[in-house]
C-alpha cells in the first residue's frame, strides 16, 4: 500500500475531524457530537491559532483523495517552557481508520510528529496512549515518565467526555 502524509493548513482542519470523533468513539464509546456540542468548532479554533502561531501541527495520511489517518502535535505553554525555553511537545489525535491499521500509518504519522517536534528545539515528546496505540509508541522509543497525576473529579459525578483520556 502506498500513502502519503501531508501537513494540513488551518483552512483544511475540518477534513480531519470526523476521524477524530471516530476515535473518541472507539475508545471511549462517546458519540462526541452529543457529549460536547461545539466540540468540532472548538478543536479547529485550539489547532488553527496555535498553527497561525507555529506551534501546532496536524496531518493526514491519504490513500490517494482517501483521508486514512491523521495526528496533531503542538507546543504547551508550560512554566519549563516560558521560564527555561525548554519547549515540550505533545503529540494527540492519533488514529487510522480500521480498514488501514497494521500497516505502518501510526508509526509513520507519530515519526513525521516527532520529527516537527525536533525542528521545534523540542528536548522530549509527551502523549497518553491508548491500549491500542502502546506498542506503536513503545516500539518508537516512548517510556513511562516520573509523571504523576491525581483525579480531582468527585467520584459519584458522571464522567465528562475524555477527561482522562487526552489522546
Ligand atoms: C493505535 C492505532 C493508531 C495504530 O495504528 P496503525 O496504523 O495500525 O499502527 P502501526 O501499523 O504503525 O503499528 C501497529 C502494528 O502494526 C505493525 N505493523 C507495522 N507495519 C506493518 C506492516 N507493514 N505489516 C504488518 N504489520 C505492521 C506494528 O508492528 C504494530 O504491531 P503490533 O500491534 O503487533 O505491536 C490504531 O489502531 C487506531 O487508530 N486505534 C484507535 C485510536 C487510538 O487508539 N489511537 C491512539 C491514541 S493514543
Same mark, same amino acid.
Not at 488501514?100 to 500509518?105: D, K, Q, T
Given at each position: 500500500m502506498t500513502f502519503t502524509i501531508r501537513?494540513?493548513? +488551518?483552512?483544511?482542519? %475540518?477534513?480531519?475531524t470526523p476521524m477524530r470523533r471516530a476515535m473518541?468513539?472507539?475508545?471511549?464509546?462517546?458519540?462526541?457530537? %452529543? #457529549?460536547? =456540542? $461545539?466540540?468540532?468548532? +472548538?478543536?479547529?479554533? @485550539?489547532f488553527g491559532d496555535l498553527i497561525d502561531r507555529g506551534q501546532a501541527a496536524v496531518w493526514v495520511a491519504q490513500d490517494g483523495r482517501e483521508r486514512i489517518g491523521t495526528a496533531a502535535a503542538y507546543l504547551p505553554v508550560t512554566h519549563r517552557s516560558a521560564v527555561l525555553e525548554h519547549p515540550s511537545a505533545y503529540i494527540c489525535n492519533v488514529?487510522? %481508520? =480500521?480498514?488501514?491499521?497494521?500497516? !505502518?500509518? #501510526?508509526t509513520a504519522l507519530t515519526t513525521r510528529a516527532l520529527q516537527w517536534a525536533r525542528k521545534k528545539g523540542c528536548s522530549v515528546a509527551r502523549l497518553r496512549t491508548?491500549?491500542? $496505540?502502546?506498542?506503536?509508541?513503545? +516500539?518508537? !522509543? @516512548?517510556?513511562p515518565s516520573n509523571e504523576l497525576e491525581l483525579t480531582? %473529579? =468527585?467520584?459519584?459525578? =458522571?464522567? +465528562?467526555?475524555?477527561?482522562? #483520556?487526552e489522546f
Open positions: 501537513e494540513l493548513s +488551518r483552512t483544511e482542519l %475540518a477534513s480531519v473518541i468513539e472507539e475508545i471511549d464509546g462517546i458519540d462526541l457530537d %452529543a #457529549a460536547s =456540542p $461545539g466540540w468540532h468548532q +472548538r478543536w479547529i479554533s @485550539f488514529y487510522v %481508520a =480500521p480498514p488501514w491499521r497494521r500497516r !505502518g500509518l #501510526a491508548s491500549s491500542m $496505540g502502546r506498542p506503536v509508541y513503545e +516500539r518508537l !522509543g @516512548f517510556r480531582l %473529579a =468527585p467520584e459519584d459525578q =458522571p464522567r +465528562r467526555c475524555s477527561d482522562e #483520556a
